[in-house]
T-cell receptor, first 114, second 111 residues
């Protein structure tokens, strides 16, 4: 089946720094990828829709200037958490789907901001 | 706006029991419904995918049903095992091609 990878799987950063998370579709092209986050003991919530070659679409309440999304190619979307704070500590998961097929989720990235 | 709820929030059963997890969604305009399993600190494992035109799907000891008109799905787990202990998430695929997730049911199967 299709594979979506994420890197890194786990990252710890200091408050005020920025961290980049990569989401790759390994064996298919994806014009659209989705970024979700999951706070402890909560379910997954859609943050934004990443569109190849155009601006991302953010869900209500998600700061677009804080969570920068770049979808520069058909196999790579990046999420950069800028000026991270402890409240940004969360589990971030991306998903993508080959056209007309089911979506595949990446393994997730656990971000801890100290 | 689509909302997904799951009942119960948590469930503890002895090994060998059959059990049912419930999922409800408010808008029947969905493309499909998917059940996932999530182990603590881990990502998602897809269990069953039901297309909007389908009524049920089966995989091993798992059976999922979908009643789109009433906005309900159930996940039936037969002969539960300790290894089934995890959080089970129900999610619906909506028009924007993104998923809306339920809050999950935390299952504990006691040996």
């Amino acid at each position: 089946g299709a594979v979506v990878s994420q890197h890194p799987s786990r990252v710890i950063c200091k408050s005020g720094t920025s961290v980049k998370i990569e989401c790759r579709s390994l064996d298919f092209q994806a014009t659209t990828m989705f970024w979700y986050r999951q706070f402890p003991k909560q379910s997954l919530m859609l943050m934004a829709t990443s569109n190849e070659g155009s601006k991302a679409t953010y869900e209500q309440g998600v700061e677009k200037d804080k969570f920068l999304i770049n979808h520069a190619s058909l196999t790579l979307s990046t999420l950069t958490v800028t000026s991270a704070h402890p409240e940004d500590s969360s589990f971030y998961i991306c998903s993508a789907n080959p056209l007309g097929h089911e979506q595949y989720f990446g393994p997730g990235t656990r971000l801890t901001v100290t | 706006k689509q909302e997904v709820t799951q009942i119960p929030a948590a469930l503890s059963v002895p090994e060998g029991e059959n059990l049912v997890l419930n999922c409800s969604f408010t808008d029947s305009a969905i493309y499909n419904l998917q059940w996932f399993r999530q182990d603590p600190g881990k990502g998602l494992t897809s269990l069953l995918l039901i297309q909007s035109s389908q009524r049920e799907q089966t995989s091993g000891r798992l059976n999922a049903s979908l009643d789109k008109s009433s906005g309900r799905s159930t996940l039936y787990i037969a002969a539960s095992q300790p290894g089934d202990s995890a959080t089970y998430l129900c999610a619906v695929l909506v028009g924007g091609q993104n998923f809306v997730f339920g809050p999950g049911t935390r299952l504990s199967v006691l040996p």
